[in-house]
């Protein structure tokens, strides 16, 4: 999706938060397969802490129906690149009361790429040293707390 038409998609979603009083959540993970159905659960956390919220999931298009179908997403929108995300960014902080970038750091989708965010992200997790955090689950739930 092009960021025109993505800013436009989330000012969209932006203002319907708004007008129906819920607070916007995004997670970004542009990863595979495996590492989405990983993080499913994540979203079951977010539910659950923020009961009222529209949760957005921005992933990779090959994804977008297997990240819809998760019952607690309110809406995926496939993301081709971390580029257009980059251009996101302020945009993203600053809407979202919380926003979360799953993609772990030193994995070709996660490289260059830090998140300013009202919520304390953990960057230091990265390809080196998940496994200290427990399995895989947990290094993306501890990335995002």
């Not at 092009?2 to 969209?12: C, I, N």
């Not at 993080?39 to 539910?47: D, Q």
């Not at 309110?74 to 302020?90: C, F, G, H, M, P």
Request: hydrophobic share 40%; proline share 5%; net charge positive.
């Amino acid at each position: 999706m092009k960021a025109m038409v993505l800013r436009k998609k989330l000012s969209f979603i932006t203002s319907r938060c708004r007008r129906e009083r819920k607070p916007l959540c995004a997670v970004v993970l542009l990863g595979r397969m495996g590492d989405i159905i990983a993080c499913g659960p994540v979203a079951k956390e977010i539910r659950s802490r923020y009961k009222n919220a529209w949760i957005l999931w921005l992933c990779h298009p090959d994804f977008s129906d297997l990240v819809s179908a998760t019952p607690e997403v309110d809406e995926a929108i496939a993301v081709s690149s971390l580029a257009e995300i980059e251009k996101l960014e302020i945009w993203l902080s600053k809407e979202c009361e919380l926003f979360l970038n799953l993609t772990l750091p030193g994995t070709p989708m996660g490289n260059s790429l830090e998140f300013r965010s009202k919520t304390i992200v953990k960057q230091e997790i990265n390809t080196d040293n998940y496994y200290h955090y427990g399995p895989l689950l947990c290094a993306f739930i501890v990335t995002g707390k």
